[in-house]
Structure formats: structure tokens, C-alpha cells
Nanobody
Framework: VQLVESGGGLVQAGGSLRLSCAFSGSFFGRYTMNWYRQTPGNQRELVASISSAWITYYADSVKGRFTVSRDNDKNMVYLQMDSLKPEDTGVYYC????????WGRGTQVTVSS
């Protein structure tokens, strides 16, 4: 399995970004797909996830602002980020979880105040 994130960049506070994660491998539909973010000096934190049954989870800090979705036909997972805040700045990682887990290399998101 390989994961490639894209869509990061620099945006002003209040703006939006859409992250994408391309999954290469088999049985994509069986994986829970997760988005983590990491800021310097901190551990990676779970931001959002979507299970194989389309059950979603959001960290309290992003509820109502972020939306996670998946396209099982395209082997893609997305994170729509709206009303961005400077504290959303970090490297965003895609993590695929089933029998084992796989990480992408991350994409940088910077939100300026």
C-alpha cells in the first residue's frame, strides 16, 4: 500500500483547503482512512477518520469545520477544511488502517493570521 497526500498550501485564516489522499493497493474499501496532523514538537493527533462503513469521527477542535469523505471507486479520501484557523497549521498525514497500518508522507498546511 502506498499513500500520497496532496492539496496542502498557504491560506489565510477563514479560508479553505481540500486535501486528497491517493491509495495504491488492494482492498481500499476495507480500510479505515484517517487524517492526522503534526505540529513541531508535538505528537501526531487524529483529526478525522472515515471507516469502511462510512462512519466518521472528528476531533473536537475541527467539528463543524472539516469534512472527511471517501471515493471507493477512485481509491481516494478527502479532507475538506473550511474556516481555517492558524492553529490548524501543521503537516497533515493520511493513515490507512485495516489489518495493519500505512502512512503517507504528509502535506504541509499553513494558515496565516
Amino acid at each position: 500500500v502506498q499513500l500520497v497526500e496532496s492539496g496542502g498550501g498557504l491560506v489565510q485564516a477563514g479560508g479553505s483547503l481540500r486535501l486528497s489522499c491517493a491509495f495504491s493497493g488492494s482492498f481500499f474499501g476495507r480500510y479505515t482512512m484517517n487524517w492526522y496532523r503534526q505540529t513541531p514538537g508535538n505528537q501526531r493527533e487524529l483529526v478525522a477518520s472515515i471507516s469502511s462503513a462510512w462512519i466518521t469521527y472528528y476531533a473536537d477542535s475541527v467539528k463543524g469545520r472539516f469534512t472527511v469523505s471517501r471515493d471507493n471507486d477512485k481509491n481516494m479520501v478527502y479532507l475538506q477544511m473550511d474556516s481555517l484557523k492558524p492553529e490548524d497549521t501543521g503537516v497533515y498525514y493520511c493513515f490507512a488502517q485495516w489489518a495493519t497500518g500505512y502512512w503517507g508522507r504528509g502535506t504541509q498546511v499553513t494558515v496565516s493570521s
